[in-house]
């Protein structure tokens, strides 16, 4: 019978064991491994059973040669019959379940399409344990970005809730402060804003300075010294070149900046009234100090790159670059148009923007002027924001030219000092080890 079958069926036999040998394991998976055992089961009981192909009656009686022939015959028949059989069988089953049919349809080897639905038929195994995956892994995700993201919300409700009843008990003493002020210069308001605008930040500045100024120019006290940034640097610093800088810092301050901040009120008048009596609410005034402190960003960032221009820097802004180690006074040690351009105007213009009260006004100015003090001082000390950043603009002159350092990102002008130990020292000092001691400099650079 084998012989008597065209090549066709001969084909298909070799398919079929192709389907289940090969595909099964790879695409149709457990479900059709299943389907295959229970059928290759049930084949000696549906066909006609060979004389004896059974073990049991093989060992019970020893059969001849001439009787192992003879019944080599019919076996090797009942076998080309079963297949036969189970060829047709197959197309029975065939007409009661889609799947098998696929596999044993009378169509010759298959066809691309054939592939393409027994791998989609063997998919949704492998799809359901990748999708469980995904879903697991997005779940996690989900508690845990979920659970973090509340614990900030309650964190930070916390904060400003706690801010906001510490600014709201005292807001009313410091509304009834600024009343008393306002009627005692009622009509006279102009006193008031250049007492607030230009005094106190300037008190801020120099007070500050002062404490700064005995350890730069004694040493002393050694706990604040051994937090230098430069090592060896300023150590004291050179009495003719401090009051060098000191006398064009006052210059600055009288000549360039009060002036400006007079020719502000005007304009501040015209957008609204700066000295009016109600003080701003507490989140109003975070909001203005988060806008000041990102136009002076931009501004800042900006109108310094412009004056590193080699055609600007020669005649402006090398005056500020003289120190190559600075000091807090030299944050404001620069060219009077580079004061205008680089260190006023970026101030001034946020207050001018959000039409802000007084107040705020006078917060910002002081503010600014310690920040940039402390850039520039030359100590990274504990508690106070990391002035690694401009000090090493004034080591190396062409990384670093922001406030924030958020441009510098974007515009890759920190590439080199992203490489530094500089770099590493660049977080907010939570102890009292100096971080040159704990993130001490490589012994190549130290020699
Ligand atoms: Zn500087
Ligand atoms: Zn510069």
Redesign the pocket.
């Known amino acids: 019978m084998n012989e008597a079958s065209p090549p066709g069926r001969r084909g298909r036999g070799g398919v079929r064991g192709q389907g289940r040998n090969g595909r099964a394991p790879a695409l149709a998976g457990a479900a059709s491994r299943g389907r295959c055992r229970s059928r290759g089961r049930r084949e000696p009981m549906s066909g006609p059973m060979p004389p004896a192909p059974a073990r049991g009656r093989a060992r019970a009686t020893l059969p001849s040669p001439g009787e192992k022939r003879a019944a080599a015959a019919p076996r090797r028949a009942a076998a080309a019959r079963i297949r036969g059989s189970e060829a047709r069988r197959s197309e029975v089953e065939g007409a009661s379940h889609s799947r098998p049919v696929r596999f044993i349809r009378p169509s010759a080897t298959p066809t691309g399409r054939e592939m393409k639905e027994a791998a989609r038929d063997s998919l949704p195994v492998e799809r359901r344990k990748q999708e469980g995956q995904i879903w697991g892994s997005m779940r996690r995700t989900g508690f845990i970005l979920g659970s973090g993201l509340l614990m900030f919300v309650a964190f930070w409700n916390s904060v400003t809730w706690h801010l906001q009843r510490f600014w709201g008990a005292s807001g009313y003493f410091w509304q009834a402060q600024w009343e008393k002020l306002f009627h005692a210069f009622e009509g006279k308001e102009w006193i008031l804003f250049y007492l607030g605008a230009t005094l106190i930040p300037t008190l801020c500045f120099w007070g500050f300075n002062a404490l700064l100024l005995v350890v730069d120019t004694t040493g002393k006290p050694n706990f604040i010294a051994r937090y230098r940034i430069q090592e060896g640097k300023n150590d004291p610093v050179d009495p003719g070149k401090l009051r060098q800088a000191v006398r064009l810092v006052l210059f600055n301050q009288l000549a360039i900046s009060f002036p400006m901040v007079i020719a502000l009120y005007p304009c501040l008048r015209w957008r609204g009234n700066p000295c009016r009596l109600e003080l701003p609410t507490f989140h109003w005034f975070l909001l203005e100090l988060t806008i000041f402190t990102l136009i002076e960003e931009v501004m800042f960032y900006y109108s310094h790159r412009l004056i590193h221009h080699p055609l600007l820097y020669k005649h402006i802004h090398k005056r500020?670059h003289e120190w190559t180690a600075?000091i807090g006074v030299?944050?404001l040690y620069a060219h009077p148009v580079e004061h205008v351009l680089s260190n006023m105007l970026p101030v001034i213009l946020g207050p001018l923007v959000m039409n802000s009260h007084l107040s705020s006004i006078t917060v910002w100015f002081s503010l600014a002027l310690i920040v940039t003090t402390i850039?520039?001082c030359g100590y990274h000390l504990p508690f106070l924001p990391s002035p690694e950043f401009?000090d090493y603009?004034?080591l190396k002159f062409n990384q670093c030219y922001g406030v924030l350092g958020v441009l510098d990102h974007l515009h890759g002008t920190d590439a080199a000092f992203k490489q530094t130990k500089a770099y590493e020292r660049h977080v907010l000092l939570l102890n009292f080890t100096p971080l040159s001691e704990s993130i001490p400099d490589s012994p190549k650079k130290k020699e």
Do not use: L
């Open positions: 500020h600075p030299v944050s850039s520039h401009h603009h004034h």
